[in-house]
């Protein structure tokens, strides 16, 4: 029989079989005298006793034996497949360890074909915003080849298609790093006004020049936070609202503490956002073929988003085509929990 394969089984039935044998002599040895009837029923007893251990064998053979099936289904690509386990004691409680080890392996199954299509499209998006400079360049060089006269002009128009896939090379390592935990945030009590007017400093010149101004209106705030980094995020909305205005534009940042939450929030007055494109202003290389701007590469909110979040803070977005866009930006402050 298969259960006496399990040499644990075999001893144990041996084991039981012996000491019911050792039983039925020293029961007659103790009466002294041949009896029968005692001899049936130590036998019958026995022989019962060895019953109910091979049922009780062949009952945990079947179970395991199922069990094994719905494994072996599992791996074979059946996902749903679980091992039946209502019952109790320490067998069951095993089936229930290994029905959640199913669930946590699909999981990363999941996980992985996720960031497999992530990388799939983000190869796409990077490899066609390389294609656009690189054939620039490319044709600049053969221009400088046939019009050395130009060649400072051509050079100079080269140089800035260099400078921008410099750009968005460094964009794509700043988000591989943050999206990869590889960057330690060095937070400190920090006074948030500061942090808005070394923002407002690094964008009025350009703000001057496009004739646009940059309003700041908030106290002394202070946001546990790594001044840098978020100065960095702070920017990247800045350029894009600087980006999506025209002349005599305003470009107002508030902030103010209610309760726990630092609220803060960037508003401007110029073309807004198409609603098509209001859900993917966050995606990842995200070009809205409504949008005017073609020098960007769609990098710049998405890595502010994910600097407002390594902070704790919440970021969402409301716009008006035609009328504006607004920002908006929560930060929970843990010092006052």
């Known amino acids: ?86 019952e109790e004691g320490e067998l069951f409680h095993l089936f229930q360890t290994v029905n959640t080890l199913s669930t946590v392996l699909n999981a990363q199954t999941e996980r992985e074909i996720q960031t497999n299509e992530f990388l799939k499209s983000t190869i796409s998006d990077i490899s066609h915003q390389l294609k656009t400079p690189l054939s620039a360049i490319s044709i600049y060089n053969e221009l400088i080849a046939d019009n050395p006269d130009d060649a400072k002009q051509l050079a100079q128009a080269a140089q800035k298609e260099i400078d921008r896939m410099e750009k968005l090379v460094k964009n794509l390592l700043k988000l591989t790093r943050l999206d990869a935990g590889a ?68 470009v107002s940042v508030n902030w103010k503490k209610s309760g726990n939450i630092l609220n803060v929030t960037f508003s401007d007055n110029g073309s807004g956002i198409h609603p098509e494109d209001i859900g993917y202003v966050f995606k990842r290389f995200y070009r809205s073929r409504f949008s005017k701007e073609t020098q960007g590469a769609g990098l710049g909110l998405p890595i502010a988003k994910t600097i407002i979040e390594a902070h704790e803070g919440m970021v969402e977005v409301e716009s008006e085509l035609g009328k504006g866009t607004t920002f908006s930006i929560s930060f929970l402050i843990p010092t006052e929990l």
């Open 1 to 86: 029989m298969r259960i006496f394969a399990d040499r644990h089984n075999r001893r144990l039935f041996l084991s039981v079989s012996a000491v019911l044998l050792i039983y039925t002599i020293l029961i007659q040895l103790f009466l002294r005298k041949f009896s029968l009837p005692v001899l049936i029923i130590s036998v019958v007893s026995s022989f019962s006793v060895l019953i109910i251990c091979v049922l009780f064998f062949k009952k945990q053979d079947s179970i395991i034996e199922n069990a094994a099936r719905n494994v072996k289904s599992f791996l074979s690509g059946n996902k749903d497949k679980r091992i039946e386990c209502n």
């Open 183 to 250: 960057i330690v945030f060095e937070k400190h009590n920090e006074n948030i006004a500061d942090i808005m007017g070394e923002v407002k400093s690094r964008f009025s010149c350009r703000a001057e020049l496009e004739k646009k101004e940059i309003r700041l209106s908030g106290g002394d705030e202070l946001l546990f936070c790594d001044a840098s980094w978020l100065t960095e995020a702070f920017c990247n909305i800045i350029k894009n609202a600087l980006d999506h205005t025209a002349e005599n534009s305003i």
